[in-house]
């Protein structure tokens, strides 16, 4: 049986590449779902970059669907930039990472306390990556966004290169912020 959903509204296309960052010694996933379009290629759209893909793209790529199908918003491609680990918690340790702006570690952490019960080995098949300023890579992630990625989407979708917005929430919404 066919879902109704599927039936009122365009299933945009989706693309994931796997993304080497010069700046940060990592591969983002970089999820990107394309609104419907002209088949001469002609157009050209705004782009919203969304960080915590893991967590939530699926849930922004089904919103935007149902924004731009009902005309409430203006047709625009979604890009989510996550993280290649299927486990959630070694991607929330690169999150952390990637959008903390603080120049020293609190006294305790949550990834702390998660580095501490992965290797007391209470979690097996679990292991957590070895990350530098695991408190402090809001910089740098910041110049893989605008130096890296931003130019790789403008070279291979069609984009406004004028029109981007940031969507983040938490820790994302407040990278946002430091954007800024």
Avoid at 22 to 32: E, G, M, P, R, V
Avoid at 89 to 112: I, K
Avoid at 152 to 175: L, M, Q
Wanted: charged share 25%; hydrophobic share 35%.
């Amino acid at each position: 049986s066919e879902n109704t959903a599927d039936k009122l509204f365009y299933q945009p296309k989706i693309t994931t590449h796997q993304l080497k960052a010069k700046y940060i010694d990592q591969t983002f996933a970089i999820h990107i779902a394309q609104p419907i379009q002209r088949k001469d290629g002609t157009e050209r759209f705004p782009v919203i970059y969304a960080t915590d893909a893991n967590m939530n793209f699926g849930a922004l790529r089904d919103i935007s669907r149902m924004l731009q199908s009902s005309g409430l918003a203006p047709r625009y491609i979604l890009v989510g930039i996550g993280y290649p680990e299927s486990q959630t918690l070694q991607a929330g340790v690169r999150r952390a990472r990637d959008l903390s702006l603080l120049p020293e570690p609190p006294r305790s952490t949550a990834v702390e306390s998660l580095k501490k019960t992965v290797s007391s080995g209470s979690i097996e098949g679990m292991d957590l990556p070895d990350i530098k300023n695991i408190h402090a890579g809001a910089g740098d992630f910041l110049d893989f966004i605008r130096q890296e990625l931003i130019p790789f989407v403008e070279k291979n979708y069609p984009v406004e290169p004028d029109d981007r917005a940031y969507y983040g929430y938490s820790a994302g919404g407040r990278f946002g912020w430091y954007t800024l």
